[in-house]
């Protein structure tokens, strides 16, 4: 965890609780088994995880599959949030909130994997 602030850390908390919040409501809307249904959902568990980890609440062990599922789907939310962050004018609040949402997203991925590797290393938990 040293290597961010405590300030990035919870810029990045923020963001991603208003992703999970978001998806969470969103999913809500969507009919069940449909796939928007499902990327929601997945972005809902990962980002679950990803504060957990930015919290650094390590009371229960990662399953080695759950952090492999949250590494994927919230790189394809960081896709996505490149992809859709340049239609939006430079300093309107669209921007500035996919501006955010990358730096979280990116942060979130680097301690997904650095506990991947600690997985990793202890044979899975």
Known sequence: MADFTPKELGEAHRAILSLRNKSEKASGKLKEGSWQKTLLDSYVKAADTAL?????DMAMPFE???LKEANKSLGDALDRAEEVIGKFVAGSSQHTLQKNRIAALKIALTLIEKEQRLCKDSNCR
């Open 64 to 66: 080695c599959e759950a």
């Open 52 to 56: 957990k980890l930015i919290d650094g």
